[in-house]
Nanobody
Framework: QVQLVESGGGLVQAGGSLRLSCAASGGTFTNYPMGWFRQAPGKEREFVASISRGGGTTRYADSVKGRFTISRDNAKNTVFLEMNSLKPEDTAVYFC????????????????WGQGTQVTVSS
């Protein structure tokens, strides 16, 4: 059973930055591709970014490309989301997710999820 705990959310002004962290436990972190998703009020959850097991491959939603960076520290069982040039439309609950199959992340499908952390960007 994989447990994921996000942290680092908060309130920031437009143009600012935040760094989200997701600590994993209960599994073999180095086997799992990881992802970040977000859900804004009244909207469906959407893909933000993903990263391969070794960190060599990253993917991003077009809406965050060039502003957000996903990374991971396998020694610390942690995945990060560095968010720069934040916009009010980035306001959402951000979730990290693990793909324990190792392959379904290619289709943006993940099977373990954290509880989420709120990010609010004021204009």
């Amino acid at each position: 059973q994989v447990q994921l705990v996000e942290s680092g959310g908060g309130l920031v002004q437009a143009g600012g930055s935040l760094r989200l962290s997701c600590a994993a436990s209960g599994g073999t972190f180095t086997n799992y591709p990881m992802g970040w998703f977000r859900q804004a009020p009244g909207k469906e959850r959407e893909f933000v970014a993903s990263i391969s097991r070794g960190g060599g491959t990253t993917r991003y939603a077009d809406s965050v490309k060039g502003r957000f960076t996903i990374s991971r520290d396998n020694a610390k069982n942690t995945v990060f989301l560095e968010m720069n040039s934040l916009k009010p439309e980035d306001t959402a609950v951000y979730f990290c997710a693990a793909d324990t199959t190792g392959t379904r992340w290619n289709f943006r499908q993940f099977d373990y999820w954290g509880q989420g952390t709120q990010v609010t960007v004021s204009s």
